[in-house]
């Protein structure tokens, strides 16, 4: 009798990339899709309601297999955004999964490594250090309310059909994938990812700001003095070293 | 000495009275403020807890109390109480009766001038009665008193823990020297132990046993009584242990028992006006304006005609008989009866019986068919024409005692059976089988055979052979059971003596 | 019904004085042990000592056992009934030990009861006829009366009464009475489910009512499970897959989704036993042998009661196997061996060695002995005993710890029947 497929593949994995846009043209959005068509297999993504060119932009790459336009944005409310984009890349029927935001990097070392990472059984779920960039895509920045890259940050995962995926309904920072993965075995990789978001010219931290503060004027959502601290004059940057001849 | 007739006609203080008072009740030396006693009703429906509740109740209540116990359940086992009380005279027994709400016929016989009607699953204690009685003293207006349980509303829920009856005794008195005389006005009572004088009662009717549930119908009568005037009291001072089953409805068990609930509670929001979504709220929602509402009609107390299930009494003519002979014999048929709601209808077979039709009352029917085909099947139909409880089968030619029709529906209410056979005058009681059985008799005689209402008995055959010629053959999933004839002198025999002796129609013996 | 009572401890220290209380149909009652005569009388119970006890019509006796190591007493005295009441381990006593022959004590007991709900959780995945000594409700559910005293009963009290009745007035099957076994998980679930609303963000109320309710079979129960799981993920604690997540194959078990069970156990399968088993899973299930994959699911989320209920019935030859891993694990080692011994399971089942589950690498096969050895000493067939370990034993490492269990065990009888004598007055 037909033996039904193991739920955990140790080869012949496909990677799917699933990523959330809003008004990314003219950014990093390009740069980021070229990079990714190079690594992986296919590219899911939802378009929260963008008015510029992003939405044409993503049609222009042929990884780009599923393209979710959403008439007007849900930036608001970040869970039912999140629950979409997630719907969209499981209806692919995908091995593994890589949330990528429009303005994050792997290097080098991560893209190599991608393929062998994926193809094993032994662990679900993999964390990358993430390092938010400063000003410029040369430093990033290490203080006290910037350290996210001292932690591991979940960003590919293994889909397992009947598993339960819960993401908690919350209006601001929700995790970008389900919180379920926790209790699967992860590996921790020595690879890193680099978040341009921040590598701004100061008068646009300053309108990051002013938006951060609009949407959350009491710090509910996010530490106050967090978002002051993206006005800080001269913030505690780190040169970026790459690994062996890559960046 | 000169005599003042303004000084204070008694010197002794309120303390001294209340003390002495005190006294007189802690040596049990007072009696119940009743001059002519007090009817406690206990509803059985736990076979594990009657006899412990009847046994305190005759213990504690104090002198001149008589007692009824209604059995509330169909399977209650009531001989293991009789056996075990039958030394007590002042208590009776009110058997189940199908389709009968009992508890109205024991409250209609109440005499006294207090009546308590109390569930069997109540544990009292001594002494419990007394305080319960004089709020209705107290205030000429309040005639409905309960003491607080775990099963009663709002302020009356007091729900405690015993590990035995000492302990439950120590608490209750405490609670009475605590609290003694208190008692606050309530909306609504629906406990397991309420005290009404029997004025309120005469006026408020018995119980609407349609609501199904026992805490709705207990309401549904107090919100009545308050229609008129009376006023429900919660004596703060008295505490009954009541007990609960383990497979009580918790909202959780077989769908059955809950739709059956929440059924009861709709049926009573309908009756009151109240939206179902108040069902939903702690305690049992109630009207706010009473005397708003319109009255609701009273619920007649005792039992009612109605409460006689209507019998369908099939004669048949097996015999030619003549016109007048035919007519007589009905006649006489229908006078020797003395079950009080028959429905007669006679069945006959025009090219047979050649006599006139006659319908005696206005519900009475006569059937008339051609050919004996015809005739057998109508007999045989009877209940796909005509709704009754009870169908029984009459044979012109057979005499019956006056206590006939009134024995087969006793039988009827009392048993599974489906089918009724009512043994030939004379026969032993201990000859007939026990229990009704399925399928062990192939022919039952028609005329001693009577059936319950909705079910089609059988075929019914004539058998060329014997006297009584028609037969029963009863279904084979019917239930069969026998009861005993009635006396053996006279009757049951041939009546054909009675004919007169001409040549047409009679036959002779 | 008589009754006699072996205790652990003392009379002074016996914490069941009110469950003696409210026995039913109460005639004569012995305590093991000593009593002062103030205490016989004020309980009227009676003491004897151990000897007086072999002497009483036993048959015609009820025992209510609340320590393992009277096991052996209660095996040779062969009672009319053995009632088994389950308590951890107290202090000073070896932790194992104490485990394993309370298993083995329940596992003989025609009734288990247990205060402690972990327990009783434990025991109802091993076995039926278990009784809760403990509820919140505060309402009185029944009565019994003794002599002047009328006891009003709590829910659980109600329930020990009618199981004890059971025992010697066994329900007509055909009656259209709740099984108390089944109102007390009634009761349990219900009180789960109400302390979910009073706490919605506290997973372990949440889990409580989800096992309860599936016990009950009540299809909430995932719905419980699910929102349990997701509390334990809002509240970081992450080690859940097996205790949580995995919880869910036994209940599509139960439903009969047997697919979906078993990708849901595959979901949590990484070493390699683990593998190995779901592999086995997904073979049974694709040639059609349901009935196996089903008591797998259950023995596999610890409900080794629910798998030999559904095995004791199954006509597939490979159902014996499993079986007896189930008798195993639950310490039916009688039934056990009894199965094992019948002709078609002495080449005995390749498949057997390979499902363990938990972690134990000792076959099914290597048990034997072992499980025969146990039940002699029980049985007071101390060489016999002796011979079987050292078959199990094959090299000297495995002999030694045998041995010494055998010690211990011994030694633990002894101290307690010294307490018995030493409790002098």
């Given at each position: 009798m037909m033996r039904s497929r193991p739920l955990r593949k140790a080869s012949g994995n496909r990677l799917t990339a699933m990523m959330q846009v809003r008004n990314e043209a003219g950014r990093y959005l390009e740069q980021v899709l070229e990079e990714l068509s190079d690594f992986v297999d296919e590219i899911v993504i939802v378009d929260d309601g963008s008015t510029d060119g992003t939405a044409r932009l993503c049609q222009s790459f042929a990884k780009v297999t599923k393209l979710v336009t959403l008439e007007s944005p849900l930036f608001s409310r970040e869970w039912e955004l999140r629950q979409t984009l997630w719907e969209l890349a499981l209806s692919t029927g995908p091995d593994w999964l890589l949330s990528v935001d429009a303005d994050e990097f792997y290097e080098e070392a991560a893209k190599r490594e991608m393929r062998r990472l994926i193809d094993q059984d032994v662990y679900d779920w993999v964390g990358f250090r993430l390092y938010d960039f400063w000003g410029g895509t040369t430093h990033y920045r290490e203080d006290e309310h910037w350290n996210i890259h001292t932690k591991h940050t979940r960003t590919l995962v293994r889909y397992l059909p009947d598993f339960h995926y819960f993401t908690p309904r919350m209006d601001h920072h929700v995790p970008r994938l389900p919180l379920s993965y926790a209790v699967l075995p992860g590996f921790l990789a020595e690879l890193r990812v680099k978040h341009y978001g921040w590598a701004l010219s100061p008068e646009e931290l300053r309108r990051k700001y002013e938006r951060y503060m609009d949407l959350d004027p009491e710090g509910r959502w996010g530490s106050l003095e967090q978002y002051r601290s993206i006005l800080d004059e001269h913030p505690r940057l780190v040169e970026w070293q790459g690994k062996g001849n890559s960046y | 000495m000169s005599y003042n007739a303004e000084a204070k006609a008694d010197a002794v203080s309120p303390e001294r009275l209340a003390g002495r008072y005190s006294y007189l009740e802690r040596e049990g030396l007072l009696p119940l403020p009743t001059r002519d006693g007090v009817t406690i009703i206990v509803e059985?429906?736990?076979?594990?807890?009657?006899?412990?509740?009847?046994?305190?109740?005759?213990?504690?209540?104090?002198?001149?109390?008589?007692?009824?116990?209604?059995?509330?359940?169909?399977?209650?086992?009531?001989?293991?109480?009789?056996?075990?009380?039958?030394?007590?005279?002042?208590?009776?027994?009110?058997?189940?009766?199908?389709?009968?709400?009992?508890?109205?016929?024991?409250?209609?016989?109440?005499?006294?001038?207090?009546?308590?009607?109390?569930?069997?699953?109540?544990?009292?204690?001594?002494?419990?009665?007394?305080?319960l009685l004089w709020p209705a003293i107290d205030d000429p207006a309040a005639y409905v008193t309960a003491p607080c349980s775990a099963a009663e509303e709002q302020e009356g829920r007091a729900v405690l823990r015993f590990g035995n009856d000492l302990e439950l005794s120590a608490y209750v008195n405490h609670q009475l020297s605590r609290f003694r005389g208190e008692w606050q006005e309530v909306q609504v009572l629906s406990g397991p132990c309420l005290i009404i004088t029997r004025d309120i009662l005469q006026r408020t009717g018995?119980?609407?046993?349609?609501?199904?549930?026992?805490?709705?119908?207990?309401?549904?009568?107090?919100?009545?009584?308050?229609?008129?005037?009376?006023?429900?009291?919660?004596?703060?001072?008295?505490?009954?242990?009541?007990?609960?089953?383990?497979?009580?409805?918790t909202g959780y068990t077989d769908g059955g028992e809950q739709a059956a609930y929440a059924e009861a509670g709709r049926a009573y929001c309908a009756k009151w006006g109240l939206p179902d979504e108040r069902l939903g709220e702690a305690g049992l929602p109630v009207p706010g304006e009473l005397s708003a509402l319109e009255r609701q009609p009273a619920i007649p107390l005792g039992r009612t005609a109605a409460a006689l299930p209507l019998v369908t009494a099939v004669v048949y003519f097996e015999d030619k008989w003549p016109a007048a002979a035919s007519m007589q014999r009905q006649l006489l048929l229908q006078a020797q009866q003395s079950y009080g709601n028959i429905r007669w209808v006679s069945v006959r077979d025009s090219w047979a019986d050649t006599s006139p039709d006659f319908p005696v009352h206005e519900q009475d029917t006569v059937i008339t068919v051609q050919g004996e085909k015809l005739w057998l099947h109508a007999l045989e139909s009877f209940s796909a024409m005509y709704q009754s409880e009870v169908t029984v089968y009459l044979s012109a030619s057979v005499s019956y005692d006056s206590e006939y029709v009134t024995r087969i529906v006793k039988a009827l209410q009392h048993s599974t059976a489906a089918l009724i056979v009512s043994a030939a005058p004379g026969l032993a009681e201990s000859e007939l089988p026990s229990y009704p059985e399925r399928?062990?008799?192939?022919?039952?005689?028609?005329?001693?055979?009577?059936?319950?209402?909705?079910i089609m008995p059988g075929r019914i055959v004539k058998r060329e052979s014997s006297r009584r010629s028609l037969l029963l053959c009863p279904g084979p999933e019917l239930a069969v059971g026998y009861i005993a004839g009635g006396p053996a002198s006279g009757a049951g025999g041939s009546v054909n003596d009675n004919l007169p002796s001409d040549g047409e129609g009679g036959t002779r013996k | 019904m008589n009754y006699i009572i072996f205790s652990g401890v003392s009379w002074e220290a016996y914490s069941y004085k009110r469950l003696l209380d409210v026995l039913p149909e109460r005639e004569d009652i012995v305590f093991a042990g000593t009593m002062s005569s103030s205490e016989q009388a004020e309980s009227g119970i009676r003491s004897l000592s151990l000897e007086e006890i072999y002497r009483l019509p036993v048959k015609d006796f009820t025992v209510l056992v609340s320590s393992p190591y009277w096991l052996q007493d209660v095996l040779a005295l062969s009672p009319a009934f053995v009632v088994a009441l389950l308590e951890h381990c107290p202090e000073g006593e070896d932790g194992s030990l104490w485990d394993k022959y309370s298993g083995l004590l329940a596992a003989q007991a025609d009734l288990t009861a247990t205060a402690s709900e972990r327990l009783y959780l434990e025991q109802l995945l091993s076995r039926s006829g278990v009784v809760y000594l403990s509820g919140d409700s505060p309402l009185s559910y029944g009565l019994i009366r003794r002599g002047e005293r009328l006891y009003f009963l709590a829910d659980y009290e109600a329930v020990w009464k009618r199981a004890l009745e059971e025992l010697w007035h066994p329900q007509d099957k055909a009656a259209d009475v709740e099984p108390w076994a089944a109102i007390q998980l009634r009761h349990r679930a219900e009180y789960y489910l109400s302390m979910c609303t009073k706490l919605p963000k506290q997973p372990t109320v949440h889990y409580l009512a989800a096992s309860y309710l599936y016990l009950l079979g009540d299809e909430r129960a995932a719905q419980l499970l699910t929102r349990s799981f997701e509390l334990m993920l809002l509240h970081d604690y992450t080690d859940c897959l097996h205790s949580h997540y995995r919880f869910f194959s036994a209940m599509e078990a139960k439903r009969g989704n047997l697919e979906l069970a078993v990708r849901q156990y595959e979901i949590t399968a990484f070493t390699a036993e683990e593998r190995a088993v779901s592999e086995q899973l997904q073979h049974w299930l694709d040639s059609g042998r349901r009935e196996l994959v089903q008591a797998e699911l259950y023995r596999l989320n610890e409900d080794g009661a629910a798998a030999i209920r559904l095995l004791e019935g199954a006509a597939d030859p490979e159902a014996r196997s499993l079986l007896l891993l189930n008798y195993t694990d639950t310490f039916q080692w009688e039934k056990a061996l009894r199965l094992q011994q019948e002709p078609e399971n002495t080449a005995g089942d390749p498949a057997a060695a390979v499902l363990q589950g938990s972690g134990a690498a000792i076959s099914i096969l290597q048990q034997i002995p072992v499980m025969e050895g146990t039940l002699y000493l029980l049985y007071g067939k101390r060489h016999a005993a002796i011979r079987s370990f050292l078959r199990a034993a094959g090299a000297d490492q495995g002999a030694r710890a045998l041995f010494a269990e055998m010690a211990d065990l011994e030694e633990a009888v002894g101290r307690l029947r010294g307490r018995m004598a030493d409790d002098e007055v």
């Open positions: - | 059985l429906a736990h076979k594990e807890w009657a006899e412990e509740c009847l046994k305190r109740l005759l213990l504690y209540s104090g002198p001149a109390v008589r007692l009824t116990g209604v059995v509330m359940k169909e399977d209650f086992p009531l001989e293991p109480l009789l056996e075990q009380l039958s030394a007590e005279t002042e208590l009776s027994f009110l058997p189940y009766e199908r389709g009968n709400y009992r508890t109205n016929e024991a409250l209609a016989d109440a005499r006294t001038s207090f009546v308590v009607l109390v569930e069997d699953r109540v544990m009292v204690t001594p002494g419990w009665l007394g305080e018995g119980l609407d046993a349609s609501l199904g549930e026992r805490r709705y119908i207990i309401a549904d009568w107090c919100l009545r009584a308050r229609q008129l005037g009376a006023r429900l009291a919660l004596s703060s001072a008295s505490y009954v242990h009541v007990l609960q089953p383990l497979e009580g409805n399928g062990a008799a192939a022919v039952l005689p028609l005329e001693r055979t009577a059936h319950r209402g909705g | -």
